[in-house]
C-alpha cells in the first residue's frame, strides 16, 4: 500500500530575507519533522531549532515533536524576541505623554 503524502509549507524570516518551503510529508509527519525535511536550518546558519518556537499559522504549538501535520498546514518557525512588546508600547506611550506635556 502506497503511504499517503500530504502538502505543507515551512516558513522562517529572518531579519535580512525570508524562505518559504513547499513539500510533501508522509501522513503523520509531525512539527518538527517537517522543519527538519525542510532542511530549512542549514540555510540559515543563525537558526537553532532547539531554541526557537514553532507554529502553525500563526499559533505556537506546545510539543512539537508530537503534533502532527495536516494537509495545506504551513508551520512557521519564530525567531526569539529582543524586547517585550508591552514594555516598547508603555515606553511609546510614556514619551507620548511627556511630548503633549511639553
Do not use: H, N, W
Request: proline share 5%; net charge positive.
Amino acid at each position: 500500500m502506497a503511504e499517503v503524502m500530504i502538502s505543507i509549507e515551512v516558513v522562517y524570516a529572518a531579519v535580512d530575507r525570508q524562505e518559504l518551503i513547499k513539500l510533501g510529508v508522509p501522513k503523520g509527519t509531525t512539527v518538527l519533522g517537517a522543519v527538519t525535511a525542510s532542511g530549512i536550518a542549514q540555510r540559515f546558519s543563525e537558526l537553532d531549532l532547539a531554541q526557537c518556537p514553532l507554529g502553525i499559522f500563526g499559533r505556537v504549538v506546545a510539543d512539537p515533536q508530537v503534533r502532527q501535520l495536516e494537509e495545506g498546514d504551513r508551520v512557521e518557525i519564530y525567531r526569539p524576541l529582543l524586547a517585550d512588546p508591552k514594555e516598547i508600547r508603555r515606553m511609546r506611550a510614556e514619551k507620548a505623554a511627556r511630548a503633549r506635556k511639553a
